[in-house]
């Protein structure tokens, strides 16, 4: 008698392919300029989900649902619900928004689509209204069937924070993705004005003031060592905060500031002419920039006890406790091949097709609240 079969494991784009003619997901805001909407929309595709993305959701989105598989995948809250006008209802406009995206989510519910939020932060980084902001977190956080974080750091952070089970889909790796340099490394230094024996410190991307960038030009100019370099790369948030960074690093000339837009054809380059990678924040949350430098075979010097330590270990990853961070600059000196392989072979670990299983209900990995 012949044995019977296992029952085989089947996806949900299998399980509603009969009934529906595709699997949609729709994902708010939509980011256009930010990698990390493109590459999991493309890793959604390859499990042949289709990925719509807007600023923000319809409620027509939801109430079409019976008609197509659907899946709300929510980013930053904030952006959703905060109003662009600068006129004297932009209070009243965000309330508005915000009310109405939880209308959605309550139909969702209904109507049984399935509801995913990535956290990004625990609280927005330049929040204009707390209060809004914080109960309406707090609400998508009740109505979400599944909460998402980049680590299992986040993952506590965010249970003790809205009581609720997450899960950990780490964010995947950018190796790959931007154009490859133009310019060897001697080159690229060159048109930075750093010398070819230097060892370079990057801060990259978008200055805020949370990323604490004057606070780095102030800990790196204690370090006397005439071979040091420290490259601030990207567009700083506000005209103050620019001026804030030029003061800071004025008299010191082993500070080499590049601030503006860096074009993707220019972050390859830009990673190449660095030796380590400098994150100054109190905490790592859920950084792509560090998951960035670690795909350009850069060494990170971050917090420790934070998503960063999570990630990896020395000499791809070395941590610094408060007031530490001068100290693990000066023990990334020398950094060479092997760290850079470390630090490569660190980001290779994380791809996009976890954090695609998970946003359409798969895998394993449940974190529960403390």
């Not at 493109?38 to 027509?60: F, S, Y």
């Not at 620019?242 to 380059?269: F, K, M, N, S, T």
């Not at 949350?285 to 960063?308: C, I, N």
Request: net charge positive; charged share 25%.
């Amino acid at each position: 008698m012949a044995r019977a079969k296992e029952p085989r494991q089947i996806s949900i784009a299998e399980r509603t392919a009969p009934a529906f003619p595709r699997l949609e997901v729709l994902t708010a805001p939509a980011d256009g300029g930010n990698p990390y909407q493109r590459l999991l929309a493309d890793a959604l595709a390859r499990r042949g989900a289709t990925v719509v993305a807007a600023n923000r959701l319809r409620l027509r989105d939801v109430l079409g649902a019976r008609r197509r598989a659907c899946i709300v995948h929510l980013h930053w809250i904030e952006f959703i619900i905060r109003s662009t006008d600068s006129g004297r209802w932009r209070g009243l406009l965000s309330v508005g928004r915000a009310v109405h995206l939880l209308l959605v989510l309550l139909v969702a519910r209904i109507r049984r689509v399935r509801v995913v939020w990535t956290v990004h932060n625990l609280q927005p980084h330049e929040a204009r209204r707390k209060r809004l902001d914080a109960l309406a977190t707090w609400l998508v956080a009740r109505l979400a069937d599944a909460v998402l974080v980049h680590s299992r750091h986040c993952a506590a952070k965010v249970s003790e924070r809205w009581g609720r089970t997450v899960e950990v889909a780490y964010h995947g790796n950018y190796i790959d993705f931007y154009p490859p340099p133009r310019r060897d490394r001697r080159e690229s230094r060159l048109s930075l004005g750093i010398p070819a024996d230097a060892h370079v410190f990057l801060a990259f991307g978008l200055i805020r003031p949370y990323k604490m960038i004057v606070e780095l030009i102030a800990e790196f100019r204690r370090l006397a060592d005439p071979r040091f370099r420290l490259l601030i790369a990207g567009r700083p948030l506000s005209d103050d905060l620019r001026r804030q960074v030029e003061a800071a690093a004025a008299g010191d000339e082993r500070v080499v500031l590049r601030l503006g837009r860096i074009a993707d054809a220019d972050v390859a380059e830009i990673h190449l002419a660095a030796d380590v990678a400098v994150f100054a924040y109190r905490d790592v949350f859920s950084s792509g920039a560090l998951m960035l430098a670690l795909s350009h075979g850069l060494p990170v010097v971050a917090a420790e006890d934070s998503t960063a330590s999570e990630l990896g270990a020395p000499p791809a990853i070395r941590g610094f406790p408060a007031g530490g961070l001068g100290d693990a600059l000066l023990a990334s000196f020398p950094s060479g091949a092997a760290a850079r392989e470390r630090a490569l072979g660190t980001a290779a670990r994380y791809d996009w097709e976890a954090m695609a299983t998970k946003v359409l209900g798969g895998g394993e990995s449940l974190v529960g609240s403390p």
